[in-house]
């Protein structure tokens, strides 16, 4: 498919031909003005390729780089106006914005009117809009930037939790860390073309090694810390029957998404990314929500 904006104005894409598989995780990258957030607006359905053709309908959502908050609802009342579009039932509905807004750690601010939210929480309100349904699809177009530390792990899990349901999810990130070690494949768009980038744990390029990340996860019952995973971490028992895995930091996203879509998962009760240590909530795997 090809996309260019106006009559005879420059091919923004041209010759693109990309498959979105169930269950994998796909990084886009590329320089600014190369393209990628027209790409992502195609994948999205937001927008329709000026050549070719986008196949396959998943339920898909979609994070925006910059979200419309002037509209006349309270954010849980958003959300749940959102849910219901969505296909979710009254209930269910407000419960998924209730819980959305708890796990970005803005419940306070469930009443609060978009308009009066700040650009952090506006941002957590765009994020939770977009994981409400469990979609099939999940496009990120730079949904990290303006969230805190601690929304942003819960995003790293969110997305982890996707791909283990079985959904794609494809990201655009202007920080080469973010999710490093766990995309399934990594595209850039240049001039106008999808090309194809090994995917896996960056180069630290001789650079300082990162700091340890560490996941505190527990297994099924006298389950054993399951074997080759990613980055060899090393594991220690924690409190109430938790494991305690020390890891690279590069290798933490893939370690989490590991860890959960173990059989049978195991559950993830906290990730400390740095120096910072950040509450989760437990996760399960193959949530939906
Ligand atoms: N609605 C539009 N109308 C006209 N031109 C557009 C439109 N949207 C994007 N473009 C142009 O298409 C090109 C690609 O833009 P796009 O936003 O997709 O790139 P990007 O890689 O996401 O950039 P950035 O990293 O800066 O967000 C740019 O030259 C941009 O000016």
Same mark, same amino acid.
């Given at each position: ?6 009559? @005879? /104005?420059?091919?923004?894409?041209? /010759? &693109? ?5 169930? @269950?994998?995780?796909?990084? &886009? ?9 027209? %790409?992502?607006? %195609?994948?999205? /359905? ?11 309908? $998943? ?23 959102? *849910? ?20 970005? *750690? ?8 978009? @308009?009066?939210?700040?650009? /952090? +929480? ?8 977009? !994981? ?8 990120? #177009?730079?949904?990290?930037?303006? %969230? ?10 969110? &997305?982890?939790?996707?791909? +283990?349901?079985?959904?794609? &999810? ?10 490093? *070690? ?17 995917? *896996? $744990? ?7 090694? @990162? ?18 995973? $990613?980055? #060899? $971490? ?14 690279? #930091? ?8 590991? !860890? %959960? ?16 240590? +950040? ?11």
């Amino acid at each position: 498919m090809g996309r260019r904006y106006g009559l @005879g /104005g420059p091919w923004v894409l041209r /010759g &693109v031909d990309l498959d979105l598989r169930p @269950g994998t995780l796909v990084r &886009v990258q590329g320089t600014n003005g190369s393209g990628k957030s027209t %790409l992502l607006r %195609l994948l999205a /359905g937001i927008d329709a390729p000026t050549e070719g053709r986008v196949t396959g309908r $998943p339920r898909t959502a979609y994070v925006p780089e910059r979200f419309p908050a002037a509209l006349p609802f309270s954010a849980a009342g958003y959300l749940t106006h959102l *849910g219901r579009i969505q296909g979710l039932g009254p209930r269910e509905a407000a419960a998924g914005a209730a819980e959305w807004l708890e796990r970005f *750690g803005a419940a306070a601010h469930a009443r609060t009117p978009l @308009g009066e939210l700040s650009k /952090g +929480t506006s941002q957590k309100v765009a994020v939770a809009q977009a !994981l409400l349904a469990g979609p099939e699809l999940l496009v990120l #177009d730079e949904a990290w930037t303006g %969230l805190d530390t601690a929304a942003r792990e819960q995003l790293d899990l969110a &997305v982890a939790e996707r791909v +283990t349901a079985g959904a794609a &999810v494809v990201y655009v990130d202007h920080d080469p860390r973010r999710l490093a *070690g766990a995309a399934d494949a990594v595209f850039s768009v240049r001039e106008g073309r999808l090309e194809e980038r090994p995917a *896996g $744990p960056p180069s630290r390029g001789g650079g300082p090694p @990162g700091r340890p990340a560490r996941i505190v996860a527990v297994g099924p019952p006298g389950a054993p810390v399951p074997r080759g995973l $990613p980055g #060899d $971490p090393e594991h220690s028992a924690g409190e109430d029957g938790s494991t305690v895995l020390t890891v690279a #930091d590069v290798y933490s996203d893939a370690l989490l998404r590991a !860890l %959960l879509t173990a059989r049978p998962p195991w559950h993830i009760r906290q990730v400390a990314v740095a120096a910072a240590t +950040t509450a989760a909530r437990p996760a399960e795997s193959g949530t939906t929500t």
